[in-house]
């Protein structure tokens, strides 16, 4: 039943992954699996949090999480710190948000997970950026950086050279924003992502703040695919 109700909450089918979750959990209880209890009490505070119901997201999640706690699940426990400080996050409690990023963080320093530590560096660097703290934002979502490519994460990496185009852009450097997110849109186009058409959308509004011609972007695209793979991105951050 659970695979089920994943397979709908993967496809956007709330109510109905909501249902299957709540029958799940009722049978979790039931037969006193706690692990199962607290992955579901997991799930549907996905779902309330990918429909806006924050406080009854924050709840749900809370109840995962001293279930987790209680039996030591750690590796797990980190995925549900990750989400409230996500709600902190969408709520613009930043501080809050922080604070469990950075307890997240070092559990996932701990146990050696790198994407999860990237994925965390990055939503750092996305709350420097909100309060206006640029240089710290651009060391973190460096950072994030170099761990994708190391572990060959290419969605991953693409997100983050995105991010740097945006703060490139905030930060007034227009020609450089244009060349981090235009590094994303190739990257994505590359790995067939589903973002790649925003992507491009994104470059086209840069090129059209600098005037650019059509033949001038597909130059300047041209020219950062060359860079890319030269030196993996390296010269474009300098």
Known sequence: MASTASIDLNE??????????????????????????????HQLATIDLNVGAYPAAREKFQRSLA?????????????????????????????AAREKFQRVLVMLQQIGDRAGEAST????????????AYPAAREKFQC???????????????????????????TGDL?????????????????????ADGDFQAVA??????????EQLAAELESVARTYAQDRGASLLK
């Open 205 to 214: 509004q840069l090129a059209g703040q600098l005037d650019l011609t059509p």
């Open 67 to 95: 279930i987790k706690q209680q039996i030591g699940d750690r590796a797990s426990e980190t995925a549900t710190w990750h989400q409230l400080a996500s709600i902190d996050l969408n709520e613009g409690a930043y501080p």
């Open 175 to 195: 020609r450089k924003a244009l060349q981090l997110v235009g590094l994303c849109f190739l990257i994505d186009r590359e790995i067939g992502h589903g973002d």
């Open 144 to 170: 994030a950086l170099a761990m994708r490519q190391q572990i060959g994460d290419r969605a991953g990496e693409a997100a983050a050279w995105y991010q740097l185009g945006f703060w490139a852009r905030a």
């Open 12 to 41: 956007g089918a709330y109510p109905a992954a909501r249902e299957k979750f709540q029958r799940s959990l009722a049978i979790m209880q039931q037969i006193g699996d706690r692990a199962g209890e607290a992955a579901t009490w």
């Open 121 to 132: 560096w990055h939503q750092l660097a996305t709350i420097d950026m909100r309060e206006g």
